[in-house]
T-cell receptor, first 113, second 116 residues
Framework: DTGVSQNPRHKITKRGQNVTFRCDPI?????LYWYRQTLGQGPEFLTY????????KSRLLSDRFSAERPKGSFSTLEIQRTEQGDSAMYLC???????????FGPGTRLTVT | AQKVTQAQTEISVVEKEDVTLDCVYE???????LFWYKQPPSGELVFLIR??????QNEISGRYSWNFQKSTSSFNFTITASQVVDSAVYFC?????????????FGTGTRLTVIP
C-alpha cells in the first residue's frame, strides 16, 4: 500500500495525558499537512511541512500542540495535557508539491475522557 | 478571506436518480484551485477532482461531472444515475495559489444518501 498511513487509528486517553500520533506520507511527497475534523464539520488546517521544515501553523494549534517531521519523511503530532475539546479526528495529508491535490490518510480518532 | 459554502446539509435520492451537490466559494485571489473530496462511512477522504481558476471547462468522469462557473463563484458536482456506493459525505474545498501553505479550506460537507 503506497497511500498515506496514520497510527494509531484510535486513541482514548484521560484528560491531562500526553498523546502522540504518527503519519507516514506518500514517498516523494515533499509537503505534509495536519488537519483536524470534528463531527459534522470539514477538516480544518493545523500545520504543514515542506520537507523537514514546519512553515506555517494555524491559530488552532495551541502551544500544547507540537509537530515534527525529522528528515522530511514521517511526521508526528503531539498533544500535551489533553483537554476534552481536543477530541476529534486528526488527519494527515501529503502532496507532491504546492497547490497539487492532497491525499489523506485514514485519520486518528482521539477521544479524551 | 476564503470561504466555502455547501448549503445542502443532507440529500437523499433514490438509486438511479441524478443529484447535484452545490458549492459556492469566496476568495480575493485571482489564482486558486477548487477540489471535491468524498468521505465514505469508513472515514478516509478520497480525492475526486482538482480544477484551477483559469480552466472553466466542465469536466466529466464516468458518472461524475463538474460545472465550474466563475461568474457565480460556484463549482457544482453532479452524479448521474446514482448508486448506493455513492452514499457518503462530499466536501468542496478551496486552495489559494499564493506562496505559503496552500492548505485546503473545506466547506461543511453534504451528506448524500442513496436509497436502493
Amino acid at each position: 500500500d503506497t497511500g498515506v498511513s496514520q497510527n494509531p487509528r484510535h486513541k482514548i486517553t484521560k484528560r491531562g495525558q500526553n498523546v502522540t500520533f504518527r503519519c507516514d506520507p506518500i514517498s516523494e511527497h515533499n509537503r505534509l499537512y495536519w488537519y483536524r475534523q470534528t463531527l459534522g464539520q470539514g477538516p480544518e488546517f493545523l500545520t504543514y511541512f515542506q520537507n523537514e521544515a514546519q512553515l506555517e501553523k494555524s491559530r488552532l494549534l495551541s502551544d500544547r500542540f507540537s509537530a515534527e517531521r525529522p528528515k522530511g519523511s514521517f511526521s508526528t503530532l503531539e498533544i500535551q495535557r489533553t483537554e476534552q475539546g481536543d477530541s476529534a479526528m486528526y488527519l494527515c495529508a501529503s502532496s507532491f508539491r504546492e497547490t497539487y491535490e492532497q491525499y489523506f490518510g485514514p485519520g486518528t480518532r482521539l477521544t479524551v475522557t | 478571506a476564503q470561504k466555502v459554502t455547501q448549503a445542502q446539509t443532507e440529500i437523499s435520492v433514490v438509486e438511479k436518480e441524478d443529484v447535484t451537490l452545490d458549492c459556492v466559494y469566496e476568495t480575493r485571489d485571482t489564482t486558486y484551485y477548487l477540489f471535491w473530496y468524498k468521505q465514505p462511512p469508513s472515514g478516509e477522504l478520497v480525492f475526486l477532482i482538482r480544477r484551477n481558476s483559469f480552466d472553466e471547462q466542465n469536466e466529466i468522469s464516468g458518472r461524475y461531472s463538474w460545472n465550474f462557473q466563475k461568474s457565480t463563484s460556484s463549482f457544482n458536482f453532479t452524479i448521474t444515475a446514482s448508486q448506493v456506493v455513492d452514499s457518503a459525505v462530499y466536501f468542496c474545498a478551496l486552495s489559494e495559489a499564493v506562496p505559503g501553505a496552500n492548505n485546503l479550506f473545506f466547506g461543511t460537507g453534504t451528506r448524500l444518501t442513496v436509497i436502493p
